[in-house]
């Protein structure tokens, strides 16, 4: 399978890299092809101005992001909860990516006010943050965000039916052990959301 991973995390040896590094040898370990994105690495400008909203002639980085996701069997997200959303990189990496034509289209005499129709031929995705706010208080005070965010308003619309997602925490207090435990993991997740090939 082809899987696209983007990693949205400035600092790199944080535990979001770990998960990332973990992701990669996996695939590959299962006989994956794919493509690794690391925003923050790679200078990924995510501001999307007016003239890139309706304009099919996007830049050439977007426009490469936007072919590796058209052609992805599989799509795996690793960030932080900020403010219970993505890093603003990775916010700015779907508004200029996960774009008409390449993630959904409006259905014909639809001026844009209708429902979309999903087209990524993705066939699952899954999203691993981080976080350093305990579970329980996640769910009681905020409502977990992010899985609203991620599986509902995003790849459900964009067609991809699968959605797994999973959340560590509390990052900044947990221990060695627990982060071993952690990525063991996410190795084990990949394994059975993506089989080997």
């Keep these: ?27 590959e370990q299962l006989g994956h092809s794919g493509v690794f994105h690391d925003l923050y690495a790679e200078g990924f400008v995510p501001v999307l101005r007016s003239e890139e909203i309706l304009d099919d002639d996007v830049n050439p980085v977007v426009g490469g992001h936007c072919e590796q996701l ?8 690793i960030h932080p909860n900020w403010w219970g959303m993505p890093p603003a990189i990775l916010k700015g990496w779907v508004d200029r990516v ?14 844009g006010e209708g429902v979309p129709v999903g087209i990524l031929k993705a066939k699952a995705a899954v999203v691993f943050n981080t976080s350093n706010t305990p579970e329980k208080r996640e769910l009681e005070v905020f409502g977990d965000p ?10 459900d619309l964009c067609g991809v039916k699968k959605f ?3 959340n560590f925490s509390v990052v900044v207090t ?16 990949i394994g059975r959301v993506f089989p080997a090939a």
């Design 1 to 27: 399978m082809n899987i696209l991973v983007i990693l949205a995390h400035p600092t790199p040896g944080s535990f979001n890299h770990a998960i990332a590094e973990t992701v990669v040898r996996t695939l």
């Design 70 to 77: 058209a052609d992805a069997d599989g799509i795996i997200l």
């Design 98 to 111: 996960i774009r008409p034509e390449v993630a959904y289209r409006f259905e014909e005499e639809d001026s």
């Design 146 to 155: 992010l899985e609203n965010l991620w599986k509902t308003c995003i790849f």
């Design 164 to 166: 797994y997602r999973r």
């Design 174 to 189: 947990s221990t060695e052990e627990e982060r071993k435990g952690w990525l063991e993991e996410v190795g084990e997740y």
